[in-house]
């Protein structure tokens, strides 16, 4: 099973191959306004320095949300071009768990953050002491002190705090949590793409594979386009 997985939900994307479960080339990067455009060609690229091509591979997967919404969005459409250029199927994962998979059989609860902006967070607490993270508490988005109510209420002790809302926010944690908080080094505090892969491969086995159409993003909140047509139509209720 040949896998090419895809995460740019935050603002360091990611790019795997992985091959019979072994990783065969990853890349990094930040994801600029230029993300669209530079993703077909760095999986080119790694599909050259892994001497495949996009028709040796089985399965397209990449992280649906939640995140940035360009982000996602650029990531989902790249999927889904290959598979329906190859005629393969694809799968998604969430970016939380992906996030949460940088600490694979750990002992203590993990919680992925990501900065969802407007003063709030996506966040959602995994047990992770199996090689695929169980949710403790499903992904959501709210202020971070709401968050740390609920984390209150379902932990009693010390935990792990990873991504870039847990950095954001490390002070405000820092004040509730108090040594109960471990944040994560920096090298664990952003997804690699090699996990999401895993992901992949687990809906393959259990049948949960999509067609290029069945695959969308997971966004939680509005975009703010969404908002502002909202807000138009409540200008034009308004007026009428």
Same mark, same amino acid.
């Not at 099973?1 to 990853?26: G, H």
């Not at 003063?119 to 169980?134: G, R």
């Not at 405000?172 to 664990?188: N, V």
């Given at each position: 099973?040949?896998?090419?997985?895809?995460?740019?939900?935050?603002?360091?994307?990611?790019?795997?191959?992985?091959? #019979?479960?072994?990783?065969?080339?990853?890349?990094?990067?930040?994801?600029?306004?230029?993300?669209?455009?530079?993703?077909?060609?760095?999986?080119?690229?790694?599909?050259?320095?892994? %001497?495949?091509?996009?028709?040796?591979?089985?399965?397209?997967?990449? &992280?649906?949300?939640?995140?940035?919404?360009?982000?996602? /969005?650029?990531?989902?459409?790249?999927?889904?071009?290959?598979?329906?250029?190859? %005629?393969?199927?694809?799968?998604?994962? *969430?970016?939380?768990?992906?996030?949460?998979?940088?600490?694979?059989? #750990?002992?203590?609860?993990?919680?992925?953050?990501?900065?969802?902006?407007?003063?709030?967070?996506?966040?959602?607490? *995994?047990?992770? *002491?199996?090689?695929?993270?169980?949710?403790?508490?499903?992904?959501?988005?709210? &202020?971070?002190?709401?968050?740390?109510?609920?984390?209150?209420?379902?932990?009693?002790?010390?935990?792990?705090?990873?991504?870039? %809302?847990?950095?954001?926010?490390?002070?405000?944690?820092? *004040?509730?949590? %108090?040594?109960? &908080?471990?944040?994560?080094?920096?090298?664990?505090?952003?997804?690699?793409? #090699?996990?999401?892969?895993?992901?992949?491969?687990?809906?393959?086995?259990?049948?949960?594979?999509?067609?290029?159409?069945?695959?969308?993003?997971?966004?939680? /909140?509005?975009?703010?386009?969404?908002?502002?047509?909202?807000?138009?139509?409540?200008?034009? /209720?308004?007026?009428?």
């Amino acid at each position: 099973m040949r896998i090419l997985s895809i995460d740019t939900s935050t603002s360091l994307a990611s790019v795997a191959l992985v091959a #019979a479960e072994k990783p065969l080339a990853e890349s990094v990067f930040m994801a600029d306004r230029c993300l669209s455009a530079r993703l077909v060609p760095e999986v080119l690229r790694l599909l050259q320095a892994a %001497g495949l091509t996009v028709n040796d591979l089985d399965l397209f997967a990449c &992280a649906l949300g939640p995140g940035s919404f360009t982000g996602v /969005r650029a990531g989902l459409a790249t999927t889904q071009g290959f598979a329906l250029a190859t %005629g393969k199927p694809c799968a998604g994962y *969430s970016s939380l768990t992906l996030l949460a998979m940088n600490f694979p059989l #750990a002992s203590l609860p993990v919680c992925s953050m990501l900065d969802a902006r407007k003063n709030e967070v996506y966040a959602s607490l *995994s047990d992770c *002491s199996t090689p695929i993270p169980t949710t403790l508490i499903e992904e959501c988005v709210l &202020a971070p002190e709401r968050f740390l109510d609920l984390l209150d209420d379902q932990v009693e002790g010390p935990l792990i705090l990873c991504g870039d %809302g847990a950095l954001r926010y490390r002070e405000l944690i820092s *004040s509730r949590l %108090g040594d109960r &908080a471990r944040f994560a080094p920096f090298p664990q505090q952003s997804s690699h793409a #090699a996990n999401g892969a895993l992901l992949a491969l687990q809906c393959y086995r259990q049948g949960r594979t999509l067609s290029p159409e069945q695959l969308l993003p997971v966004y939680i /909140r509005a975009s703010e386009a969404e908002y502002a047509k909202l807000d138009q139509q409540k200008l034009l /209720r308004k007026r009428q």
